[in-house]
């Protein structure tokens, strides 16, 4: 017993001089000097882009979709663009600039329509109202095809484009796109009940009407009543008149919010900002013998973007011919460094993006030491211009902070520079540099920005 206690005692001894042993491995490991990972950045592209946002935002104003105001400011970028690049091009395009409210009085109408005739007894005519608004609705998002579109009033658009060719010929284009026109205030404080009542719930209770009159339309068959005039089952009426009140209410609030102006300082002078300190600097590099091998680059704004992306979708048509093999990033609402996100959808969860331009800008984002992550814009999220790129079967994808689902100060009176982040700003251009760079087959570690960057000093766009 002795002897089998001691050879125990030598086990457990053994065991706790490999554990010592592995700790101080551990500790020494730990104790090592970490590697230090240089923190980099363009400061003066980013200070650039900041200043450029304040001052236009003190000089432009409020800018409706397809104003004078919205045309004026594609002047004004214009001649900001003719200072770093011959090609640049002003065009203009009609649109509806209050698509959004006629779509929404064609929702009241329509679902007006689908309960009146179902109380009547004519499902069959409910039902295809419902489903007709539908397919006209979901063209709208998609392709701008919509039957009611020659009822509604249109204005003239103004959007301005600059190109930047490469040294050798073309074999792709990079779109860098963004929009200067500003929204209406859309995010009006209501209490109590009236705060239940949104766009969701107002689609929700469509598609329920809708289905109930489909259901009537069954129950008639089997009443050997089709297109007979009668009247619904009482629990069916019941919920049709719920369903229908609910929807046309939230329609109602949407089509009667406040219409106050807005500057649009994040939505979206940050993105312009962006578009124009990139042509700037892409300019400015092909000017010192470093432009691109095979890529052009396109630097656009659009008009009408708070309109559904009506300018850009005019643009995109009128366009595709300097398009060659084309990808497009666009900026749209930078607000927050750490709600940054790369768009697979888009065009309010009905248009797909991009998923693998997406991914792979923001895994090669995530490698440069940033963390943006891919994002989809949800039911009724909202819309930016990449769906008109979609649209036009190019891949595409949005760089956007709006897309996490937080607050944001976009489509309010609060929407000023100070709400936007620097940082934000810089990681855009960064990333935007280094998508380039890997496109053009120029994937250099280091690289001068000269005149750009403080005091000439080298800086590596890969990490923030």
């Known amino acids: 017993m002795f002897c089998y206690i001691s050879d125990m005692g030598l086990k457990f001894r053994k065991i706790g001089e490999k554990l010592q042993s592995s700790l101080r491995k551990l500790r020494k490991e730990k104790a090592k000097p970490e590697e230090k990972v240089e923190s980099v950045k363009a400061p003066k592209l980013s200070e650039e882009a900041y200043h450029l946002l304040e001052s236009l935002f003190e000089e432009l104003g409020p800018r409706p979709a397809a104003s004078a105001s919205s045309r004026n400011a594609a002047r004004r970028i214009a001649e900001i663009f003719e200072s770093c690049t011959d090609d640049v091009t002003v065009t203009s395009g009609r649109i509806i600039p209050d698509i959004q409210r006629w779509?929404?009085?064609?929702?009241?109408?329509?679902?007006?329509l689908i309960f009146l005739f179902a109380a009547v007894g004519l499902s069959l005519f409910s039902f295809l109202t419902g489903v007709l608004f539908a397919l006209s609705f979901l063209n709208e998002m998609r392709m701008k095809k919509n039957p009611l579109r020659t009822f509604f009033p249109s204005g003239e658009a103004a959007n301005v484009h600059a190109v930047i060719e490469p040294e050798g010929s073309v074999e792709r284009t990079v779109i860098f796109s963004a929009h200067h026109d500003t929204a209406t205030q859309g995010k009006t404080e209501r209490e109590g009940i009236l705060a239940k009542f949104s766009l969701q719930t107002g689609s929700v209770s469509f598609t329920i009407l809708t289905l109930l009159a489909l259901i009537c339309i069954v129950y008639d068959l089997f009443q050997g009543r089709i297109l007979a005039l009668g009247f619904p089952s009482i629990p069916i009426f019941i919920l049709m008149l719920l369903s229908a009140i609910v929807s046309m209410v939230s329609f109602y609030l949407a089509f009667a919010s406040e219409k106050a102006e807005t500057n649009g300082a994040g939505d979206n002078l940050s993105g312009v900002s962006v578009v124009i300190t990139l042509c700037r600097y892409f300019a400015k590099r092909k000017s010192e013998g470093k432009g691109n091998i095979s890529t052009r680059l396109v630097f656009v704004s659009f008009d009408g973007e708070e309109c559904d992306a009506e300018g850009s979708f005019v643009w995109y048509r009128d366009n595709s011919h300097i398009l060659i093999n084309p990808v497009n990033i666009n900026f749209d609402g930078l607000y927050k460094e750490e709600d940054l996100a790369?768009?697979?959808?888009?065009?309010?969860?009905?248009?797909?993006?991009?998923?693998?331009l997406a991914s792979h800008c923001s895994l090669l984002a995530i490698s440069m030491g940033y963390r943006i992550q891919t994002g989809k814009l949800g039911f009724f999220g909202g819309a930016t211009d990449a769906v008109s790129a979609a649209g036009n079967g190019i891949e595409a994808t949005t760089l956007t902070s709006m897309a996490s689902g937080k607050e944001n100060p976009a489509h309010t009176a609060d929407d000023t520079p100070d709400k936007v982040s620097p940082e934000a700003l810089s990681i855009a251009l960064s990333t935007a540099i280094k998508i380039v760079d890997e496109m053009d087959g120029k994937d250099e570690k280091e690289e001068e920005v000269a005149?750009?960057?403080e005091n000439g000093r080298k800086y590596r766009l890969s990490r923030y």
Not at 103 to 112: E, H, I, K, N, P
Request: charged residues 5%; hydrophobic residues 55%.
């Open 103 to 112: 779509m929404l009085l064609s929702a009241l109408v329509a679902t007006a």
């Open 451 to 453: 005149g750009l960057l």
């Open 342 to 356: 790369f768009l697979s959808s888009d065009g309010n969860g009905f248009v797909p993006l991009s998923s693998s």
